[in-house]
């Protein structure tokens, strides 16, 4: 296993070292951003315009900065695996239902990617469902190659919330928002940003909780709101748990992603207006305003 380790870091380095020393980003755009999720197949042009046209901004005035993007599934997926019953469990019934479920969040995905390219950002689609095996709805096998030769050749790889082989269940939903803090870690960032409807998340008066942690995770999770529309993955409670242990990373930020400015600030290295989720035991020196 050690061997292991030692041969992909040097791997990871080698690629990286003919462009100098990139940061990454690694940031997931959400599916109740870009899409209705009360109309199915429902997108929202206007926002999708925004958010590649921030992007685009961004990487024309610091190219040295690798982007890794994950798209949530919204309406063109979540209403789909609901009829299914995927979130339930998967049985050779369901096989159908798993397909319309992945090509549902293929379609948005390249939405997203066609966008971005028409800002001549160089976006290219990845399937989770032929990089992916999971055992019991955890990942146990990420092909990461691709990604690590799409950002060696100047691309912006965009994954997205996917059905992906399960070992044991057959086939399980993959969210976005396991994807993110799972490749986060793989890659040693140090944060993430989720960019989603929401001024980050929400106590019970509707009013933005400026950090989450380990220590006080306990008093907000009876506030935490449940998602609006259909979401199979666990909705903003779903979220947060996934970015607080020990396989996320140190720190992520919840924010919403239709103000552009919180898009440019977490690619840029700063904290964006929203919630900050800290993984980590708290420093007195601790200064949120640093990714």
Do not use: W
């Not at 948005?108 to 990089?131: D, G, Q, R, S, T």
């Not at 666990?234 to 919403?256: Q, R």
Request: charged share 25%.
């Amino acid at each position: 296993m050690k061997k292991l380790v030692v041969l992909f870091l040097f791997i990871f380095s080698n690629i990286f070292s003919s462009q100098g020393s990139k940061e990454i980003r690694i940031m997931k755009i959400g599916g109740g951003l870009i899409t209705d999720k009360l109309k199915p197949n429902t997108p929202k042009p206007k926002v999708i315009e925004a958010i590649a046209s921030a992007i685009a901004s961004f990487i024309k005035e610091k190219p040295n900065t690798n982007i890794i993007l994950v798209t949530g599934a919204g309406s063109y997926a979540h209403p789909i695996a609901k009829k299914y019953k995927l979130h339930k469990g998967y049985d050779d019934s369901k096989s159908i239902g798993a397909i319309e479920t992945h090509m549902g969040a293929k379609k948005l995905n390249e939405i997203f990617v066609k966008k971005l390219n028409e800002k001549n950002v160089k976006a290219i689609p990845l399937h989770p469902l032929n990089l992916v095996i999971c055992e019991s709805g955890k990942i146990i096998k990420f092909s990461v190659d691709p990604i690590m030769q799409a950002l060696k050749r100047g691309f912006i790889p965009v994954l997205h919330g996917d059905m992906v082989f399960d070992e044991k269940n057959g086939m399980t939903i993959l969210s976005g928002d396991k994807i993110v803090p799972f490749l986060a870690v793989k890659f040693g960032v140090h944060s993430v940003g989720l960019a989603g409807i929401t001024d980050g998340v929400y106590n019970h008066k509707k009013e933005t909780i400026p950090e989450i942690n380990p220590e006080n995770i306990e008093g907000f999770i009876s506030m935490i709101s449940k998602s609006t529309g259909i979401d199979v993955t666990g909705g903003m409670l779903g979220k947060v748990k996934s970015l607080l242990n020990e396989k996320a990373p140190p720190v992520s930020y919840i924010f919403n992603g239709a103000n552009k400015k919180n898009i440019y600030a977490y690619l840029n290295g700063d904290a964006p207006k929203g919630t900050k989720i800290n993984n980590q035991k708290k420093d007195k020196g601790d200064d949120s305003s640093v990714i």
